[in-house]
């Protein structure tokens, strides 16, 4: 099953004789609508491809009626025929089951190239070393962004540049060009969201602020 606070409650919902896959996220409950959406084209996208999810319902009661005094945010969420774009990228399996994949926010566009950081920051964490890793996307004058990495160190690390160069070297290895981390940040810590999620966008500010690695 799949909700979020916009959604009230579960806006998808599991087979109740079987007839859900796996590791879906079931299919929409009645009273809600749902599309797998190219953010970029708008194409709406059933033929498992990974998109947007857009859920719709009626406005107060399967969906939240409007974030409190913020207009820009409410635009931004909502089409003009009622689709409330959940951020959330998934795709669709067999038999219309939805599948998640990862937040919209965590899919980097560097040069025209989706990057996903999740990706990236699965393959950071097997290097020695690493306790857990982040990766956002620092701005670039040509590419618009390009990956970089913050990193919190884990038991026996080595010093920083040797971790660095670890991490870098992996990437390098078992990455296209344009997925590689252009640098490693070390850290105590991630600034937290709600519920003790990873702010990136406090990431993205810190990293936009450190001496150019390109």
Known sequence: AYGMTETV????????HGDIPPGS???ATPGYESLIVDPETGEVLDDGRVGELWLRGTRGIQ?????YDNADANSKSFTDDGWFKTGDMVRMGEGGAIFYTE???DMLKVGGENVSSKEVEDLCRTVPGVGDVAVVGRSHPMLDVVPV????????????AELEAAILELCQKNLSDFK?????????????????KIAKNQLRDIADAMPEPF
């Open 149 to 160: 990495a913050f990193v919190i160190k884990g038991a026996n690390a080595p010093e920083d």
């Open 103 to 105: 937040r919209d926010k």
């Open 180 to 196: 590689v981390p252009r640098a490693a940040y070390f850290v105590d810590d991630f600034p937290r969201a709600t519920l003790e």
């Open 25 to 27: 996220l079931g299919k």
């Open 9 to 16: 409650t579960h806006a998808t919902r599991s087979g109740l």
């Open 63 to 67: 969906l939240f009626l409007e974030y």
